[in-house]
């Protein structure tokens, strides 16, 4: 709060607060995009459930490893130049994102991404925040700021849905791949926007605010990779399963470097994170929920995804239709949450938007999932209701989470609070796609083992075919067909089965290909809906564990409402 803050003469303050709202708008709409576009992907790369997961999460992750470092470098060096390295790197990203034509390569693409975005948040609001010293002044822009940001989550969905509806060229034949994906359009536009940014940036005004900040190498480096290796764990649980070797050694591996993190933070005079405020009970109950309410929302978002767009095969537009009722609440409600945050106890606004994202949750959890709509799936305009009500929830706790962090705590650890419980927050969403898939497809398989085998052997094959073929997860039956069969055939005749054996178990499993992916989608369908639920929980535990937060310490004070407007708007991300 005490910072001495140097603004550069040079520089025109319209073109900076152009740069910062394109900035933040830009990073949203490539945050947003892979929401919309999960079920696309599954079906375009054949991707199994460990891919589709590090698809969403991967993202998330590149915001999240670097979230409390970028903002200091910002301050080192001049955020100016963080901001075109944010705009350069989120070019690459896009432009990788577009040219993908594999799982790994979208992966890659997802975490230069998040990476260039996870640059953009925080510097374009510092921009801003530097050149509006009034404080009432700056709560007006970066209010602006918020809704530039929200704008970009409603406008990445349909960006997804136009550009995919438009641009796409279908294959030569029924079934086979497209010619030409017109979701990559979306990203060539982000990477134009991008471009726009840097061009923008020229002009516009530098600060540094250096004066006593020192970065934190060791913390950063034992928490990204502590992280990172937790995540790799989780992921590759999804396929492998919790037992193996790899991913418990994972866990252990990431366990010592988050401890390693705990006790350096603990020592070091500049920490990332002052671990002291968890001494604070009120502020221990938000970061807790910060993480728990955060994983709900996500989940049920990603679920969504997947499910209407992989599963029910709906067209990308639709699951962008669907995106807008989820994202675009935050963007509407901007003004009513900043006014119920600062007029009624703001634990009051959390409690209220976790019951809607429960609401939302159970109630998606008693939808029929995993069955297109033309063969007597759940219509997907059936998912609107719910997910307006997660979207209400949403737009009702981002921002109050940090609100009641701020005001949780004394002023001189407002801005740490502020910036530790956004990071909480954000490492709920990337929990949420990581968490939830593994709980999908391991219930998915778990259902669908069973059917399989019965299936299999109906269909006459041996024994030990049934066997392998029972280790391919449902997802590879639905989305990577081709795949199996020539996998199959492969170890069939390298197991020394003559070729007229082999072609007569081919024509056994293509005539029973019908049966195996209805069972696959269905038993999927299960998984998700145990996600639903799981969230549903997620979000009820969160409700009720903010009514232990004492009325009187989440009550806006006159030294918290600036701030808490500030943090608000940083929420949206």
């Known amino acids: 709060?005490?910072?001495?803050?140097?603004?550069?003469?040079?520089?025109?303050?319209?073109?900076?607060?152009?740069?910062?709202?394109?900035?933040?708008?830009?990073?949203?709409?490539?945050?947003?995009?892979?929401?919309?576009?999960?079920?696309t992907f599954a079906v375009e790369f054949h991707t199994s459930g460990a891919g589709l997961t590090w698809i969403a999460g991967m993202f998330m992750m590149g915001i999240v490893v670097f979230e409390l470092s970028w903002g200091l470098l910002g301050d080192l060096f001049g955020r100016k130049k963080l901001l075109y390295a944010g705009a350069l790197v989120s070019v690459g990203g896009s432009v990788l994102a577009a040219l993908a034509t594999t799982?790994?390569?979208?992966?890659?693409?997802?975490?230069?991404?998040?990476?260039?975005?996870?640059?953009?948040?925080?510097?374009?609001?510092?921009?801003?925040?530097?050149?509006?010293?009034?404080?009432?002044?700056?709560?007006?822009?970066?209010?602006?700021?918020?809704?530039?940001?929200?704008?970009?989550?409603?406008?990445?969905?349909?960006l997804a849905g136009l550009t995919s509806q438009a641009f796409t060229v279908a294959g030569p034949a029924a079934g086979a791949p497209n010619t030409f994906s017109g979701w990559r359009v979306a990203y060539y536009i982000a990477a134009a926007i991008a471009v726009g940014v840097i061009i923008v940036a020229v002009r516009a005004k530098d600060s540094a605010a250096a004066e006593g900040r020192k970065?934190?190498?060791?913390?950063?480096?034992?928490?990204?990779?502590?992280?990172?290796?937790?995540l790799f764990a989780t992921v590759t649980a999804v396929d492998a399963g919790f037992g193996s070797a790899e991913v418990i050694a994972s866990y252990i591996v990431g366990g010592v470097l988050l401890i390693a993190f705990v006790i350096i933070e603990t020592r070091t005079q500049q920490p990332l994170i002052h671990l002291a405020l968890f001494k604070n009970s009120a502020y221990s109950i938000t970061g807790v929920v910060a993480v728990t309410g955060m994983f709900a929302f996500l989940a049920i978002a990603?679920?969504?995804?997947?499910?209407?767009?992989?599963?029910?095969?709906?067209?990308?537009?639709?699951?962008?239709?669907l995106f807008i009722f989820i994202q675009g609440p935050a963007f509407v409600f901007i003004p009513?949450?900043?006014?119920?945050?600062?007029?009624?106890?703001?634990?009051?606004?959390?409690?209220?938007?976790?019951?809607?994202?429960?609401?939302?949750?159970?109630?998606?959890?008693?939808?029929?999932?995993?069955?297109?709509?033309?063969?007597?799936?759940?219509?997907?305009?059936?998912?609107?209701?719910?997910?307006?009500?997660?979207?209400?929830?949403?737009?009702?706790?981002?921002?109050?989470?940090?609100?009641?962090?701020?005001?949780?705590?004394?002023?001189?650890?407002?801005?740490?609070?502020?910036?530790?419980?956004?990071l909480l927050r954000d490492l709920g969403f990337a929990l949420g796609p990581v968490i939830g898939s593994a709980i999908a497809f391991g219930v998915g398989a778990t259902a669908f083992a069973g059917p399989l085998a019965s299936i299999l052997g109906g269909a006459g094959l041996p024994a030990d075919a049934v066997a392998g073929l029972s280790n391919v997860p449902p997802l590879g039956y639905l989305s990577?067909?081709?795949?199996?069969?020539?996998?199959?055939?492969?170890?069939?005749?390298?197991?020394?089965?003559?070729?007229?054996?082999?072609?007569?178990?081919?024509?056994?499993?293509?005539?029973?290909?019908?049966?195996?992916?209805?069972?696959?989608?269905?038993?999927?369908?299960?998984?998700?809906?145990?996600?639903?639920?799981?969230?549903?929980?997620?979000?009820?535990?969160?409700?009720?564990?903010?009514?232990?937060?004492?009325a009187r310490s989440s009550a806006p004070t006159p030294d918290a409402i600036a701030e808490s407007t500030e943090a608000n708007a940083e929420a949206v991300v």
């Open 480 to 550: 990577g067909w081709d795949g199996v069969i020539a996998q199959f055939t492969g170890q069939a005749t390298a197991g020394g089965a003559p070729a007229q054996a082999v072609d007569g178990m081919v024509n056994a499993l293509t005539s029973a290909q019908p049966q195996i992916q209805g069972v696959a989608g269905t038993s999927l369908g299960q998984g998700f809906q145990t996600v639903y639920l799981a969230a549903g929980i997620a979000a009820i535990l969160s409700a009720a564990l903010t009514l232990f937060i004492s």
């Open 336 to 422: 009513v949450v900043g006014w119920l945050i600062h007029h009624v106890a703001p634990r009051w606004v959390l409690t209220a938007g976790f019951a809607f994202m429960a609401a939302s949750g159970f109630w998606l959890s008693t939808f029929a999932l995993g069955t297109p709509e033309t063969f007597g799936g759940t219509p997907w305009t059936a998912f609107i209701p719910p997910l307006l009500l997660l979207g209400i929830g949403f737009a009702l706790t981002v921002g109050s989470i940090t609100a009641v962090a701020i005001n949780t705590v004394p002023p001189q650890q407002i801005g740490m609070a502020s910036a530790t419980t956004n």
């Open 103 to 158: 799982t790994e390569m979208m992966i890659a693409a997802q975490a230069v991404g998040g990476i260039g975005a996870g640059i953009l948040f925080p510097i374009s609001l510092s921009m801003i925040a530097a050149i509006t010293p009034d404080h009432r002044a700056r709560a007006k822009v970066i209010a602006t700021w918020a809704g530039f940001l929200s704008l970009g989550a409603v406008i990445s969905p349909v």
């Open 215 to 230: 970065l934190d190498l060791p913390g950063q480096f034992t928490l990204a990779l502590g992280l990172i290796a937790v």
């Open 302 to 321: 990603f679920s969504t995804s997947v499910a209407v767009g992989g599963l029910a095969l709906a067209e990308a537009w639709k699951v962008g239709v």
């Open 1 to 39: 709060m005490s910072q001495t803050i140097s603004v550069a003469s040079r520089g025109s303050v319209r073109a900076t607060f152009v740069a910062a709202y394109s900035a933040v708008t830009l990073a949203q709409i490539t945050n947003a995009l892979p929401g919309a576009l999960n079920g």
